[in-house]
């Protein structure tokens, strides 16, 4: 882990702790990070969403199941 010092929007601070009842700063930031790589994570698989890559056949894995 790296430190770092960082101006944050006390406002923003105080309505993160209140929806998340989170207690600290690093907390909030920690949990801020986490869903923005997850949310940027999902937006690059989406993308591939209708695109052609995948080949399969979904009848058939369907079938094959059980």
Known sequence: ???TNIEIDEKLVSKA???TRLK?????VDKALELLVR???RKGILRYH????WKG???AMRRNRG
């Not at 600290?24 to 909030?28: A, D, F, L, V």
């Open 57 to 59: 056949e979904l009848k």
């Open 39 to 41: 949310s940027e994570s």
């Open 24 to 28: 600290t700063k690093r907390e909030i």
């Open 17 to 19: 702790r209140k929806l």
């Open 50 to 53: 209708g695109s052609g890559i």
């Open 1 to 3: 882990m790296g430190r």
